[in-house]
């Protein structure tokens, strides 16, 4: 389990309790960039204190220097974990929204797909305490990615994801500098070209009731720029394979 964390002070003691009670043997790395509000201090008592009533998991923090961002968090706890053994590396936010009740369900299939993604815009999935903008957004934002890229997925840009280590090995991680919703679909769409099954399976996504969002303008930005640049270049291959193949 992959965590990244900053100023998550609030909420994360419960998101770690909600995995210790739902998923207790699995592991647990929370990923800090230099919170100030002291929660890489704070995991690293949990920890102890579980430590010292032999838990079954092993509770660790990778502690960062600053605020590098959500995808270098990711990319860094991959290759911790990769680094470890691990066969099956869980990506999930420590501010609630991510619920580990869900969590069994996509674990359950991590045996019929390289990548699970617990997914909010499939039948069964919807979210909970958002303004009707933001889900029109994110839906909009979704329904713009699987056009462009023809990926396939109705969520790329979800966070709540079950990868299968032999898919991360074979993805590039050298090559990723996207953040926040853009480094969803950078992943996605690496695995799509991956030849990676991936499945999508219905959670409930919680608005976060403590701490402040790290959602900002220039992350949505960032996505569909991304999005766009990487969407025209796969059309014009396309188009330019089918000229290619009509001149033979």
């Not at 008592?45 to 968090?73: H, M, N, Y």
């Not at 303008?217 to 796969?234: D, F, Q």
């Amino acid at each position: 389990m992959i965590v990244p964390t900053f100023d998550e002070a609030a909420t994360i003691a419960a998101t770690l309790e909600g995995l210790r009670v739902r998923v207790p043997d699995a592991d647990v790395l929370v990923v800090d960039d230099g919170s100030p509000d002291g929660t890489a201090d704070l995991v690293d008592q949990i920890a102890a204190d579980e430590a010292s009533t032999g838990a079954a998991r092993a509770l660790s923090v990778l502690r960062r220097p600053g605020k590098l961002g959500l995808g270098t968090a990711y990319v860094q706890g991959f290759r911790w974990a990769l680094d470890r053994g691990y066969d099956t590396v869980v990506e999930m936010d420590a501010d609630g929204s991510h619920r580990a009740e869900d969590l069994p369900r996509l674990l359950a299939r991590a045996s019929q797909a390289e990548l699970v993604i617990g997914s909010r815009w499939v039948p069964g999935g919807r979210v909970l305490h958002w303004p009707k903008h933001r889900e029109v957004l994110s839906r909009l934002g979704n329904l713009y990615t699987r056009v462009l890229l023809g990926l396939g997925v109705r969520d790329a840009t979800a966070g709540f994801r079950v990868y299968d280590a032999a898919l991360l090995r074979r993805i590039p991680l050298d090559e990723i500098a996207s953040h926040g919703y853009g480094f969803q679909v950078d992943m996605t769409w690496r695995a799509r070209r991956a030849g990676a099954r991936i499945i999508e399976i219905p959670i409930v996504f919680v608005e976060r009731t403590a701490g402040v969002s790290k959602m900002s303008n220039a992350i949505i930005v960032e996505a569909m720029t991304l999005v766009t640049r990487w969407g025209v270049a796969h059309r014009v291959g396309q188009l330019l394979r089918l000229v290619r193949h009509r001149a033979t």
